[in-house]
Nanobody
């Protein structure tokens, strides 16, 4: 079992930045790939970014590429999502998730454990 707790969400103006954190506990965090997903009101949850267990492979959705950066610190059992140049369309609940695979997946179904989510609201 892995427990995940996200933090760092909040209200920010368009063009601003936020850094989300995801702290893992339970089984060894470092063996899992990690992903960030988001769900806006009335929409399905979508992939945002993924990172492999060593941090050497990262994937991003086209919507956030160049603005968001995913990273992890296995010594701290923590993953991060640095979000810059935020837009109102980035408003959503953001979730971190881990998968028992070395290469991150863009598919929600590939992830085993999920956090409770953190709200990000970007005002125009």
């Amino acid at each position: 079992q892995v427990q995940l707790v996200e933090s760092g969400g909040g209200l920010v103006q368009a063009g601003g930045s936020l850094r989300l954190s995801c702290v893992a506990s339970g089984r060894t965090f470092s063996i899992y790939s990690m992903g960030w997903f988001r769900q806006a009101p009335g929409k399905e949850r979508e992939f945002v970014a993924g990172i492999n267990w060593s941090g050497t492979i990262t994937y991003y959705s086209n919507a956030v590429k160049g603005r968001f950066t995913i990273s992890r610190d296995n010594a701290k059992n923590t993953g991060y999502l640095q979000m810059n140049s935020l837009k109102p369309e980035d408003t959503a609940v953001y979730y971190c998730a881990t998968a028992s695979r070395q290469i991150p997946s863009r598919k929600e179904s590939e992830y085993d454990y999920w956090g409770q989510g953190t709200q990000v609201t970007v005002s125009s």
